[in-house]
């Protein structure tokens, strides 16, 4: 699929976001296809809202924002399109916020280290390979059957740090 986004390239102020965006929808439609599975209106919608920014986004600030497209959106609407982008793994849930981003590595299953910034909201994934074959040495050693992997870090991000530096 597409190959020329560096997963590890944070998100630089003034970038193309829309190039993000439009990233992001191709490779869903894409992906949907080769699945056999709908992207419908509604789940599109949802994702596109979720792609407007990086920041992490509530169920209830997509049902606000889609009510202008879809008058009669109700909360199940949206938390139906939520788990289909889950499970095909175009979006994560960030559990610490009880929010949602877009992903960029879709179409693998993969292991993600959020970097959640506390200033701006702004969610950077990366990717968590070398970090989870030692958790998941200590998982073993432990017995411990784990249901999500998911490594979230709160902070403030290298952009929202350098405006309190100046
Ligand atoms: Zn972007
Ligand atoms: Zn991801
Ligand atoms: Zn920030």
């Not at 699929?1 to 976001?17: I, L, R, T, W």
């Not at 889609?66 to 009669?72: E, H």
Request: aromatic fraction near 4%; proline fraction near 3%; glycine fraction near 4%.
């Amino acid at each position: 699929m597409k190959s020329d986004v560096d997963q590890n390239q944070p998100y630089p102020e003034g970038h193309d976001h829309r190039r993000c965006v439009a990233d992001a929808l191709s490779s869903a439609g894409q992906l949907c296809i080769v699945r056999g599975v709908q992207l419908t209106t509604i789940r599109q919608q949802v994702l596109e809202l979720i792609w407007e920014s990086h920041k992490a986004v509530k169920a209830y600030e997509l049902l606000d924002r889609i009510k202008p497209l879809q008058s009669a959106a109700k909360p199940a609407t949206i938390y139906r399109a939520l788990d289909f982008l889950m499970e095909q793994g175009l979006i994560h849930r960030v559990e610490s916020l009880n929010a949602f981003v877009g992903c960029r590595c879709s179409g693998q299953p993969h292991e993600q280290l959020l970097l959640i910034c506390k200033a701006c909201q702004e969610v950077e994934e990366r990717s968590a390979g070398d970090v989870m074959q030692t958790i998941v040495r200590e998982l073993a050693a432990a017995n411990f059957i784990a249901h999500s992997k998911a490594i979230e870090i709160q902070g403030i991000c290298a952009k929202c740090a350098a405006q309190t530096v100046s």
